[in-house]
């Protein structure tokens, strides 16, 4: 099984650059872990969700931002199976290493680019897929910047806990099984399959963060009154 053998190759992993600050990798960390959950909190909007989740920015901003959007949009394509047609050359290099995970692990898709919608916990968000690699069945993620970071778990645990799959008439379906998380981090030079960890314990710390971030937007919005003064003064 695929999930017993990625426990195996976790040794064998190429390490991220960690040569960053401590303050810069630690503010990455925090920005990273908050963009996970301020894009999947959502309003009761459905339809308005969707549009919005559909057209959400990525994590990087300017060119690289515009190359992972546009890298995101040929994946999309790939997944369905279809042919993306002529691609720009400034994300070539890209796209080929994505071709290239496509052509070694042959995933099965059952799902792309789906909206994950919870209504116990008021959150959704956008999957780029769910796919079955050797047997396991992944929720899995695209990621073209630099580097992966250990808050893309909460994301991907939030798509795999999610209560339904939102289409955009409203109708709703099941979300798949899920035994397996991935990131297939693509840059021009090639790409890596990257397992991550999935679970109870780290939806926890999930929605944790959507209290924090409820506290952030709502709760504390007037919990200060004004400054009081003795009736003697």
């Not at 798949?176 to 780290?202: F, K, M, S």
């Not at 710390?205 to 009081?228: C, I």
Request: glycine share 8%.
């Amino acid at each position: 099984m695929l999930q017993i053998r990625w426990s195996l190759r976790l040794s064998q992993l190429p390490m991220y650059d960690t040569r960053m600050s401590v303050p810069s990798r630690a503010e990455a960390a925090l920005a990273s872990a908050w963009s996970a959950v301020v894009n999947l909190v959502t309003s009761d909007n459905r339809s308005g969700a969707i549009d919005l989740l559909k057209r959400a920015p990525g994590r990087s901003s300017g060119a690289a931002a515009d190359i992972g959007t546009q890298v995101h949009a040929v994946a999309e394509v790939l997944n369905r199976g279809e042919d993306p047609g002529l691609v720009h050359p400034d994300i070539e290099p890209w796209v080929n290493s994505y071709r290239q995970f496509l052509d070694d692990w042959q995933p099965s898709f059952s799902e792309v680019e789906s909206t994950v919608w919870s209504d116990a916990h008021q959150y959704a968000g956008t999957a780029d897929g769910f796919c079955s690699i050797d047997g396991d069945q992944l929720v899995m993620d695209l990621k073209s910047g630099k580097g992966v970071y250990e808050e893309t778990s909460l994301q991907l645990t939030a798509y795999a806990f999610g209560d339904y799959l939102l289409s955009p008439d409203g109708t709703e379906r099941p979300i798949p099984p899920v035994t397996a998380a991935a990131v297939v981090h693509v840059r021009p030079e090639g790409y890596e399959l990257v397992p991550v960890r999935i679970g109870e314990d780290i939806f926890e710390v999930f929605k944790s963060l959507l209290t924090v971030h409820q506290w952030d937007s709502e709760t504390k919005r007037g919990v200060l009154g004004a400054s009081l003064k003795p009736d003697n003064k």
